[in-house]
């Protein structure tokens, strides 16, 4: 299997030093062809996408990548095809018997056709033709002249030029990398992967180190799948020069930092049912910070919790946001402390259907109202029939200060059975509704977190207190027809 291998890694590379001589003396639009894709496409009986991919393939062994910039800088056309037929059929066994049969039909194909070129071109179509390299004129063992405007040459155009302009310097890599394909000790793709290593390694920290580059990542190519290979390959320079990879690793960071700079930004779009679009994106910084905000509070609330994970994180979100307005930290907003205002009709907190209103002008159903006045974080502005003020948000309705420390003591997080959701992230809810009568004191309040706040206001399970002082939730008949009491045991651990 080791030798069927070789052999077609050889045969593969004769086959792109072929297709890269066809595009090269343009014979695909002497046959009548728009292209060399089309051309392989046709004559090859493949689809447009495979044919693309060899040239593309062929042109970066050419050391002419146009996407990437970089090869194996020179490329296999500089010794010829028939060179590179010959390599092919060095193999031992059968199979490079049969590579190197295919590759002399193939070198003998494309002499052919190159000469119908060079005819069309005699008639002055095309311009002259470069000649072939003579086999055994040493052009197989010597670089080609940096004039000689050949494919591969490293004249302008080609990869080996491409570098030297960036000041980038000579490199060994392209012989070395030619030599491994021709052997086939390694594959085109790792080949792919070595070149873009070496010319990273070589802008970052020159030459010998690029070498050393070089010959450690081919070592590694004869054990490590392309996958792994590129796994190394980006972290070469901190084994072969572990200083010169520290100070790229600043610069990198120090670009990586400013571009996250102009990168960053989020746009908030509203609709006109008040909902908001985010739209966005977040530096690295802000990204973990949001996700290990997140992450423990999008776990579900026990298994009864039939929320999506988009769900989650959107309820998450929200107390958070809950939380800093909780704080009081943050900045003044007009004189008064960050809040968010809802204003409603006194028959709306005591139960009576009426709408309540943001003061982003967006409007809430009456359970969301009676809810959001549980939270000592928003201050309900209550409006009498006549529309005048009555309360903004009266002291002894909220549940603060040594209360509400009694109250973390007690039930240590939210009551509800099965859930562990810290103190932090739950509000006080008034067993028996403060707008019904019922009382600011501890024997009439329960900690819930937002979602299960949101279950007792809209569903139909209810909480009392245990005459041992703990909560008790009796769920409704659909979830249990004898509607057992059941309460948090994993609070009561702690």
């Keep these: 299997m080791d030798a069927v291998e070789v052999a077609a890694r050889r045969l593969a590379v004769t086959r792109l030093a072929l297709i890269r001589e066809i595009d090269g003396r343009d014979v695909a639009r002497a046959e009548g062809a728009s292209s060399t894709t089309a051309w392989l496409r046709d004559r090859l009986r493949i ?59 193939s070198a003998a194909d494309v002499a052919a056709r190159s000469a119908a070129a060079a005819a069309v071109a005699g008639a002055g179509v095309h311009g002259p033709v470069p000649p072939d390299p003579t086999p055994g004129d040493g052009a197989a063992d010597s670089e080609p002249a940096a004039d000689s405007g050949a494919p591969g040459s490293g004249a302008p155009g080609s990869g080996a030029a491409g570098c030297s302009a960036a000041g980038c310097g000579p490199t060994t ?58 796994l190394c390959a980006d972290r070469i320079l901190w084994h072969i020069a572990p200083e010169a990879a520290e100070e790229a690793d600043r610069r990198a960071l120090h670009r990586a930092d400013q571009h996250a700079q102009l990168r960053r930004h989020l746009a908030l779009s509203t609709t006109a049912e008040g909902w908001i679009r985010l739209r966005g994106t977040l530096d690295p910084e802000t990204s973990a910070t949001l996700i290990t905000a997140l992450d423990p509070l999008t776990q579900p609330n026990g298994p009864g919790d039939n929320r999506t994970p988009g769900q989650r994180r959107h309820d998450a979100l ?171 045991h994993y609070h009561l651990r702690c």
């Excluded at 393939?57 to 010959?86: E, F, K, R, S, V």
Aim: charged letters at 20%; one cysteine or more.
């Design 173 to 230: 890599a392209g012989p070395v990398l030619r030599a491994a394909l021709r052997t086939g000790t390694i594959s085109l793709e790792q080949a792919r992967t070595i070149a873009t290593a070496v010319t990273a390694t070589r802008a970052e920290a020159g030459n010998q180190v690029a070498d050393k580059a070089l010959h450690a990542l081919l070592g590694h190519a004869r054990e490590l799948t392309p996958e792994a290979l590129r």
């Design 318 to 488: 929200t107390e958070i946001l809950q939380l800093a307005l909780r704080t009081g930290d943050l900045p003044h907003n007009g004189g008064d402390a960050t809040q968010l205002v809802v204003t409603t009709n006194l028959d709306t907190i005591t139960g009576q259907l009426h709408a309540g209103t943001l003061d982003t002008g967006h409007r809430l159903a009456p359970e969301a109202v009676r809810r959001l006045a549980c939270d000592a974080t928003v201050l309900p502005a209550v409006l009498g029939t006549q529309s005048q003020i009555l309360d903004l948000g009266r002291q002894r309705r909220l549940i603060t200060g040594p209360l509400r420390r009694a109250l973390i003591l007690r039930d240590k997080g939210c009551a509800f059975p099965g859930c562990d959701r810290p103190p932090r992230w739950c509000h006080a809810h008034h067993i028996h509704h403060w707008a019904d009568g019922g009382t600011t004191t501890l024997h009439n309040a329960v900690l819930l977190c937002r979602h299960h706040h949101r279950v007792i206001h809209h569903g139909d399970w209810t909480v009392h207190l245990n005459p041992d002082g703990h909560p008790e939730f009796t769920p409704p008949t659909w979830i249990d027809p004898r509607r057992l009491p059941r309460r948090n």
């Design 47 to 105: 689809s447009g996408t495979a044919a693309r991919r060899l040239v593309t393939d062929a042109t970066w062994l050419d050391g002419d990548d146009p996407h990437t910039g970089t090869g194996p800088a020179g490329g296999l056309p500089a010794d010829g095809p028939d060179a590179t037929a010959t390599a092919a059929a060095s193999g031992v066994t059968t199979i490079a018997t049969t590579t190197a049969d295919v590759a002399a039909r």
